[in-house]
């Protein structure tokens, strides 16, 4: 590829991944400048969008909160959520929508280095991931059959267990409605 205008700023060191958007020639080169084509170092890496936004006032910050999630204290529910997502992308990636395949694919994002990091900062396990992720699979089956294949089929049912959380968490609410 070939790297003109503003991209000759972007830090790109040996062993590092990239992704390449462009018009490829018949010589398999690309041009990426201002106009055409995208570089993208590291794109297994997730960022969120406030750490993007934080960037713009302190690039600094917003790299060392990064690195250093752990220590603000890292959320389960959003490890599980950004696994999921994933999880999604790898299966439309690689196309294979049947469970086995699905699972062979959760197996390699749970040994990612990244991902092995995270669990381990919110004393997590692999296994504990799996079960957390498993029942979403049918609700990835779904929106591949119905999103991408334009079958019309019904919607995962929710599994017992998640029955009776939205059951528990019905009655644990001790409050009333006054008004509305």
């Avoid at 790109?12 to 080169?29: A, F, Q, R, S």
């Avoid at 280095?113 to 004393?123: E, K, N, Q, Y």
Wanted: glycine share 8%.
């Amino acid at each position: 590829a070939v790297i003109m205008g503003s991209w000759l700023n972007t830090v790109v060191n040996e062993g590092d991944i990239v992704n390449i958007e462009g018009e490829w020639d018949h010589e398999w080169v690309t041009v990426i400048n201002d106009k055409q084509g995208l570089l993208v170092v590291n794109p297994d890496t997730l960022v969120s969008g406030t750490a993007v936004v934080s960037a713009l006032f302190c690039m600094r910050k917003a790299v060392l909160a990064e690195k250093f999630k752990s220590l603000e204290g890292g959320n389960r529910v959003m490890l599980i959520g950004t696994l999921v997502h994933e999880l999604l992308q790898e299966v439309l990636r690689q196309a294979k929508y049947k469970r086995p395949e699905i699972l062979q694919i959760l197996d390699v994002l749970l040994t990612a280095p990244r991902m092995v990091a995270d669990m381990s900062s919110l004393g997590l396990s692999d296994g504990d991931m799996r079960k957390e992720v498993e029942p979403f699979i049918g609700h990835i089956q779904y929106f591949v059959k119905r999103f991408m294949l334009g079958q019309f089929v019904a919607k995962p049912e929710l599994g017992e267990e998640d029955k009776v959380k939205k059951g528990e968490q019905r009655d644990q609410w001790k409050g009333k409605v006054v008004e509305v």
